[in-house]
């Protein structure tokens, strides 16, 4: 690609991510770390498998940029690199939640220990010291891409970083697909960007081996990016990332929230019920298009897997780099029939309020 004039925009905005910690997030991250100042137990999965604890007098912890229900992310130090700091914090009233979180933790460090490739996060060191556990992972300047795209006007992304964004989350989920791993929780959110605009696919917690996942009964997720299927509860396959990676698309096309005018559950309802899909902007190619219809199709088997997805994108770009014009041009192949499931107008987007 010739047009790399987006490379400039990572790097114009990281004054942005970085600030002093305040003493409210000094006092809150000493009462975490208190825990994890001193050596940790032996991490140990479901098999043979071992992993020593992190040697927590070399982590040092800093600004706090990232939180959820029971974990908290921040930027740190160890052994004089910088890193994410993932710490995930047992609750004392309920032992049966105290119980979910530690397997959780043991589950993701156990998948991020096995994982090695250019568009995964890097794991580094893991602490298992009840109640809290750390897990130490490379720090990404870049924020997430959910971050970095709500920075930008909407609609406003270049096709070519559209493309290179794209192939370099297919081939990520390709390999953990390939590793037999289902992420489960795939949404810009879940993608960092390093400094030179690599997205990394990240955030194990809810992943599984694709021969221990049963049902999604009881399943945490995203309603916005989740698979028909994974809202129903039903069984589900490595497809179900396959529809998230159409609804993260979406996102690049747009750089806007999927449902923004919906609650979780009413745009659950409406995926699951009317087969609404969030409206691609007319701005969007047909090759594109095309390709993101297959992937959040509501028939698993009619989506493809991410090893042809990898192949279509990578054809893309030779072709984009032969001829600029090379979206603007493309036609379809006459055998092919676009069964478009119900995308959402302003019109009938207010219908699904109920």
């Not at 990332?241 to 999927?258: K, N």
């Not at 979780?264 to 691609?280: M, S």
């Not at 997805?309 to 041009?329: A, G, W």
């Amino acid at each position: 690609m010739k047009n790399f004039h987006w490379l400039k925009k990572i790097s114009s905005t990281q004054h942005k991510l970085e600030r002093r910690l305040s003493l409210g997030e000094y006092k809150r991250a000493v009462s975490w770390s208190k825990y994890i100042v001193s050596p940790g137990a032996e991490i140990k999965s479901g098999g043979q498998e071992k992993w020593s604890s992190a040697d927590m007098s070399q982590l040092y912890i800093g600004n706090k940029f990232a939180s959820g229900r029971h974990s908290r992310i921040y930027r740190g130090v160890y052994k004089q690199s910088d890193v994410a700091i993932k710490l995930i914090s047992q609750p004392e009233e309920d032992r049966e939640l105290a119980e979910f979180l530690e397997n959780q933790f043991t589950s993701e460090v156990a998948l991020l220990f096995r994982l090695r490739h250019p568009n995964i996060i890097t794991f580094i060191a893991a602490c298992k010291k009840p109640p809290v556990f750390c897990i130490i992972t490379e720090y990404y300047r870049g924020g997430s891409l959910r971050k970095y795209l709500h920075q930008q006007e909407p609609y406003s992304l270049p096709l070519d970083l559209i493309l290179k964004l794209a192939l370099d989350i297919a081939r990520g989920m390709q390999y953990l697909h390939a590793q037999g791993i289902l992420h489960r929780d795939l949404k810009s959110e879940n993608l960092l960007l390093d400094e030179d605009m690599c997205v990394k696919v990240a955030d194990f917690g809810i992943s599984c081996l694709e021969s221990q996942c049963s049902t999604a009964k009881g399943f945490t997720g995203t309603y916005r990016w989740m698979a028909p299927e994974m809202i129903k509860e039903k069984h589900h396959t490595k497809k179900v990332d396959v529809y998230s990676f159409a609804i993260v698309l979406w996102e690049l096309f747009t750089a806007l929230t999927p449902f923004d005018d919906m609650t979780p559950e009413q745009a659950a309802f409406a995926v699951c019920q009317k087969n609404v899909r969030p409206p691609l902007p007319p701005s969007c190619p047909t090759a594109f298009c095309r390709l993101i219809h297959r992937c959040w199709s509501s028939n698993p088997e009619k989506r493809p897997q991410f090893e042809e997805i990898v192949s279509i994108l990578e054809s893309y770009t030779e072709s984009l780099e032969q001829n600029p014009e090379f979206f603007s041009s493309y036609e379809p192949p006459r055998s092919y029939s676009l069964c478009v499931p119900n995308c959402m107008t302003n019109r009938g987007s207010s219908s699904l309020r109920a």
